[in-house]
């Protein structure tokens, strides 16, 4: 077990549709990363945030979006979703703003499926 | 265009074998390389992490080496185990000093049997 946590574990929705994923960083962990893990293209880092902030940005779309509450917990928000959004999102955290040689801590994932 | 090329995309050994995966990149400025380990449907985990100044380093039976020169690294795992089945991901930091730039391979999938 990480220590991070993520909910919900699946989700079904159908396109066209909004939804939200949570992630509960390591205690201490100041720094929450979202990864999307497709079956043909691997994983791709999408955005990061350290203390609420955004930090770095990756293949992120304009349809999704994500915050860091004063909590450290991080939503990742997806919206007008389409077929080629189903994939598993997998959510880490770390002490440090970069991952320089800082371990990153995974969490168990969300699997999302569009219909 | 920052890449990172695995190789071979999926490996079959016996228990006990020794194996050895490789990842090449393209990834400029380069900061440090990972490897990790996905089991199936779960998050990866961390093995190594190393800069450009080390060659080796060890975690348990499972040995990184980097060459920096060639851009080469390579995942050398001694005496595999049933549970070593799993993906095996290669990751390099292309950032600088205060930012992230993450390039993923697309891993090695390694099966072990009895």
């Known amino acids: 077990d990480s220590g991070v946590t993520q909910t919900p574990k699946h989700l079904i929705t159908a396109t066209g549709q909004r939804v939200t994923l949570r992630c509960s960083p390591r205690s201490g962990d100041l720094s929450v990363y979202w990864y999307q893990q497709s079956l043909d293209q691997g994983l791709q880092f999408l955005i990061q945030y350290y203390n609420g902030e955004e930090r770095a940005k990756g293949n992120i779309l304009e349809r999704f979006s994500a915050q860091q509450f004063p909590d450290l917990h991080s939503e990742l928000n997806l919206s007008s979703l389409e077929l080629g959004d189903s994939a598993l999102y997998f959510c880490a955290s770390s002490v440090a703003p970069t991952g320089r040689m800082d371990t990153q801590y995974f969490g168990p994932g969300t699997r999302l499926t569009v219909l | ?114």
């Open chain 2, 1 to 114: 265009k920052n890449q990172v090329e695995q190789s071979p995309q999926s490996l079959i050994i016996l228990e006990g074998k020794n194996c050895t995966l490789q990842c090449n990149y393209t990834v400029s400025p380069f900061s440090n390389l990972r490897w990790y380990k996905q089991d199936t449907g779960r998050g990866p985990v961390s093995l190594t992490i190393m800069t450009f100044s080390e060659n080796t380093k060890s975690n348990g039976r499972y040995t990184a080496t980097l060459d920096a020169d060639t851009k080469q690294s390579s995942l050398h795992i001694t005496a595999s185990q049933l549970s070593d089945s799993a993906s095996y991901i290669c990751v390099v930091n292309a950032g600088s000093y205060n930012t992230d730039k993450l390039i993923f391979g697309t891993g090695t999938r390694l099966q072990v049997f009895p």
